[in-house]
């Protein structure tokens, strides 16, 4: 018989999976992880559609995607990936950056789909809390791998052209980190609160009360 077990630690329990594995995903799809400094554009800039104008503009940079933002012309936003293939990602260690998040946010993104099915309560005889826990422990591990290894591949040529000559490895140059860098560190810092937060679900859901509320009935809610 299925059994559908909600208390207060569950419950914020599937919340805070849900909202870290969209917070880390909308993060890896960002093209706002370094911001340029605004400069004029060039010669060789300069498109039909611009009219060949002179209007600043500054460049985003993500992982794998760019933007180019006209400072005048508020709507005048140009995004789109610079890499085609994962070959063409500008720098070995922004691709391992591509892959550790990548993986990380796959686990949690399944974790979040598993919270959501109540009605599972173990896997392989242990706790579904425990082992989502541990999963999600483990990408938060390979979060953290990823942002150690990212500001490592900031001297390669894509960076150097947004943030100029001086920029290299763990040297910003002219630019300045993005709202998708912090929301990815505030997003690995959630993913061990979320772990953490599997042992007290376990806990609660566990506990003499439930045991005691759980025969002949299919849904037990303890708030």
Same mark, same amino acid.
């Given at each position: 018989m299925?059994?559908?077990?909600?208390t207060c630690?569950?419950m +914020?329990?599937?919340l805070?999976?849900?909202v870290v =594995?969209?917070t880390e +995903?909308?993060a890896f799809?960002?093209?706002?992880?370094?911001i340029?400094?605004a400069?004029?554009?060039? %010669?060789?800039?300069?498109?039909? *559609?611009?009219g060949?104008?002179?209007?600043?503009?500054? /460049?985003?940079?993500?992982?794998?995607g760019?933007?180019t933002?006209m400072q005048l012309?508020? !709507?005048?936003? &140009?995004c789109?990936p610079?890499? *085609?293939?994962?070959?063409?990602?500008?720098?070995?260690?922004w691709? =391992?950056t591509?892959?550790?998040?990548?993986?990380?946010?796959?686990? &949690?993104?399944?974790? =979040?789909?598993?919270?959501?099915?109540?009605?599972? !309560?173990?896997?392989m005889?242990k706790?579904?809390?425990?082992?989502?826990?541990?999963?999600q422990?483990? $990408?938060?591990?390979f979060?953290?791998l990823g942002?150690?290894l990212?500001?490592t591949?900031?001297?390669?040529?894509? $960076?150097?052209?947004c943030c100029?000559p001086y $920029?290299? $490895?763990?040297? +910003?140059g002219d630019?300045?980190?993005?709202w998708?860098?912090?929301t990815?560190?505030g997003?690995?810092?959630?993913?061990?609160i979320?772990?953490?937060? %599997?042992?007290?679900?376990?806990i609660?859901t566990? %506990?003499?009360?439930?045991q *005691?509320?759980i025969?002949?009935k299919?849904?037990?809610? /303890?708030?």
């Amino acid at each position: 018989m299925c059994h559908v077990i909600v208390t207060c630690w569950s419950m +914020l329990w599937t919340l805070l999976s849900i909202v870290v =594995a969209f917070t880390e +995903l909308i993060a890896f799809m960002s093209a706002d992880w370094l911001i340029g400094k605004a400069k004029p554009l060039s %010669s060789e800039d300069m498109t039909t *559609e611009q009219g060949g104008s002179q209007e600043p503009y500054h /460049l985003t940079l993500g992982i794998y995607g760019h933007c180019t933002h006209m400072q005048l012309s508020r !709507q005048d936003t &140009l995004c789109g990936p610079y890499a *085609e293939n994962f070959n063409e990602i500008s720098s070995g260690f922004w691709q =391992a950056t591509a892959v550790f998040p990548a993986l990380g946010i796959m686990i &949690l993104c399944t974790m =979040a789909f598993v919270s959501l099915t109540k009605c599972v !309560q173990s896997v392989m005889k242990k706790s579904i809390f425990n082992v989502c826990g541990l999963l999600q422990g483990t $990408a938060g591990l390979f979060l953290i791998l990823g942002l150690t290894l990212y500001p490592t591949g900031w001297g390669c040529h894509k $960076a150097i052209n947004c943030c100029g000559p001086y $920029a290299s $490895a763990y040297k +910003l140059g002219d630019c300045s980190l993005g709202w998708a860098f912090y929301t990815a560190i505030g997003g690995t810092i959630l993913t061990f609160i979320c772990a953490a937060f %599997s042992a007290q679900a376990e806990i609660t859901t566990s %506990s003499d009360k439930v045991q *005691e509320e759980i025969e002949g009935k299919n849904l037990i809610c /303890l708030l």
